[in-house]
């Protein structure tokens, strides 16, 4: 394990280090890196933190990796003593030494930041075709013929400062002086056999959590130059410099490194894991979900269904994994009807009340649009609000008012989980994302026979296929909720601030889990397939595809939002799915079928059940 750490630890540079011996043997080591974070490797255990993380929290990460293993009691409590040592001092050098302020952001940028080293969280909204600028020139004096090679390749501040001025040129005073003292004339050329550094056109915002801070409201995108590849996941960590561009004065930020954004690195303290356990552990029965989602906007009378499906949309896993076989495990939940009934309401309330989503609005799409836009006179591509929400929740409103467009590249963003251009541009982001969705039905609630027609019918699907790409269908109609529970949700509906405090800490710790963390029971796994053989046996309908052949995972994806809900984990690490989870996920869209009258349509148009097929 040693010889293993110290050859991960060659390839993590770092400027300071300490090593955790205990009876002068090394566990480990604690290292600052270039970029001012801590790493930490222990016995094979290793991991990156910035210093808001706890030496508890981290030796709770430890102890459960068992990378103590073989160590006396005396020898755990001599090893938590010397770490707590240890990552205070680690803290305190990077207080006294980091140059890089993390309070810059870009709707506060001031002229003291101008040719300074920036750390800044930020989204990259947007992004060119691959361009290159030349490295090295070779300069001859056409007075004494000297020459001379300007090499560039380790300063690009310098490199790109000359690419920002008029005429692209390198300034014969960027040579230097005549070695005869006399009037010079330098002739420069590029050096076409050095390799030219690879850049990108950029657009660049402040990250969801200091956009989302109302001492940051102007949320405009940003020009940089990015060095390098774009990242694949846009919400990153930068490092770079703010220039000047002299041709006209703007801030451009010069992207020399990034770190994607990982929401794995969240740990609950001690006191969180407590009150999560106290709040939701004691979840046991349908009845208790049902009361917690009518928690969900309490102005809001009636629909306590989709109140709750909300909730176990915001709590679906990013990926869910069942024999080797990976598959996305986010919800995707489509409130539909007669219009104002409340749906954009309902779906409204925790996005403003935690400040965590993403959110569009069909009828002022034309912009960003769900998935990209070309910027033709910038040459750009501008990246959607499902790229930006990735590894969040997205909530669109009036879905039915997008493009066509958009909507045809939506339906196989939400197959694939990422946005792929293919035209004059050519890149791909990750779109791995929630959604609550809302729109109007074509035509009058009641003028279906049944609800799940009107699905179909929505303007958002193309055909019956779109069904199978959303998990959960909520129909709204006019009337269904009577004036008097309306206008008494209205006056007497208050916030339960309690519920919003705790379910927004159990969100970020369900949005934070890995694969690896979610666990199916094999007991679990087999209660499944039999619930999902009845669900298919009963409500599978060919033209109506709401319950098809891949509901075994819609099965799995809602099983795991409720473990996450009623907090199921042994550790506060991973999340344990049992078969009462099953149960519940398979109670619950037992309910959410009811009302589509999908059960009725399958009678009413004579399609047989698989047993009668059979």
């Not at 430890?62 to 293993?69: G, M, T």
């Amino acid at each position: 394990n040693k010889q293993k750490q110290e050859l991960n630890s060659a390839s993590v540079q770092f400027v300071k280090r300490w090593s955790v011996d205990i009876n002068g043997k090394s566990l480990g080591f604690i290292e600052v890196t270039p970029y001012f974070k801590i790493h930490v490797l222990i016995n094979g255990y290793e991991a990156t933190f910035g210093t808001e993380v706890s030496a508890d929290e981290i030796l709770r990460q430890v102890y459960a990796f068992n990378a103590l293993k073989g160590l006396q009691a005396h020898e755990v409590l001599d090893f938590a003593n010397k770490f707590t040592l240890l990552w205070k001092e680690a803290k305190d050098y990077i207080t006294y030494n980091n140059p890089l302020k993390p309070e810059f952001c870009f709707s506060c940028i001031k002229g003291e930041h101008i040719n300074k080293p920036q750390k800044a969280f930020a989204y990259i909204a947007g992004e060119s075709n691959t361009k290159a600028l030349p490295t090295k020139y070779i300069a001859r004096c056409i007075v004494c013929g000297e020459e001379r090679v300007l090499d560039l390749s380790g300063d690009p501040q310098t490199m790109f400062l000359q690419m920002l001025t008029p005429g692209h040129k390198i300034k014969p005073q960027n040579v230097g002086s005549c070695i005869n003292g006399k009037d010079h004339k330098w002739l420069i050329n590029e050096d076409a056999s050095a390799p030219p550094l690879t850049y990108y056109e950029v657009y660049l915002r402040d990250s969801v959590e200091i956009a989302n801070d109302e001492k940051h409201s102007n949320n405009r995108d940003y020009r940089g130059l990015l060095i390098g590849n774009p990242p694949f996941s846009k919400d990153v960590t930068i490092y770079g410099v703010p220039l000047i561009d002299p041709r006209t004065n703007d801030i451009v930020f010069l992207v020399q490194k990034y770190e994607e954004e990982n929401l794995d690195s969240f740990v609950l303290s001690e006191a969180d894991v407590q009150k999560l356990k106290e709040y939701f552990g004691r979840l046991r029965t349908f009845d208790d979900f049902m009361e917690l989602g009518r928690k969900n906007n309490p102005r809001i009378a009636g629909h306590e269904l989709a109140k709750l499906g909300i909730l176990l949309t915001y709590l679906s896993p990013l990926w869910i994994e069942v024999n080797g076989q990976k598959k996305a495990g986010t919800i995707r939940c489509m409130l539909f009807g007669d219009p104002r009934t409340g749906k954009g309401s309902l779906e409204n309330y925790l996005y403003e009340k935690l400040r965590l989503a993403k959110h569009a609005i069909g009828e002022t799409s034309s912009r960003t649009g769900i998935t990209y836009t070309i910027d033709n006179e910038r040459g750009m591509i501008v990246w959607g609000v499902m790229v930006e929400a990735d590894r969040m929740l997205l909530i669109i409103e009036a879905l039915h008012k997008f493009p066509a467009e958009d909507l045809a590249t939506m339906r196989e963003t939400l197959v694939k989980q990422y946005v792929e251009v293919r035209r004059a541009f050519t890149a791909k982001a990750w779109a791995r994302t929630r959604v609550i969705a809302d729109s109007n039905s074509k035509q009058e609630m009641k003028l279906y026979p049944y609800a799940c027609m009107a699905a179909r019918d929505l303007e958002c699907f193309k055909d019956q296929v779109d069904l199978t790409r959303w998990d959960l269908f909520f129909p709204f109609r006019s009337g269904e909720v009577s004036p008097q529970e309306i206008t008494k949700a209205i006056l007497t509906g208050k916030d339960d601030e309690e519920f919003l405090s705790n379910f927004k800490k159990l969100v970020l710790w369900a949005w934070s889990r890995k694969t690896s963390n979610i666990k199916f029971t094999e007991e679990a796994l087999k209660l499944a397939e039999k619930r999902y053989h009845i669900l298919l046996n009963e409500y599978s309908v060919s033209e109506l595809p709401i319950i098809h052949e891949d509901s075994f995972y819609t099965l799995l994806r809602i099983a795991t939002a409720f473990a996450v809900l009623s907090f199921s984990s042994e550790d506060s690490q991973n999340v344990i799915v049992k078969p009462e989870h099953v149960e519940l996920a398979h109670q619950f869209m037992e309910k959410m079928i009811e009302p589509l009258g999908i059960k009725e349509y399958k009678e009413m148009i004579g399609e047989r059940s698989l047993d009668e097929k059979t």
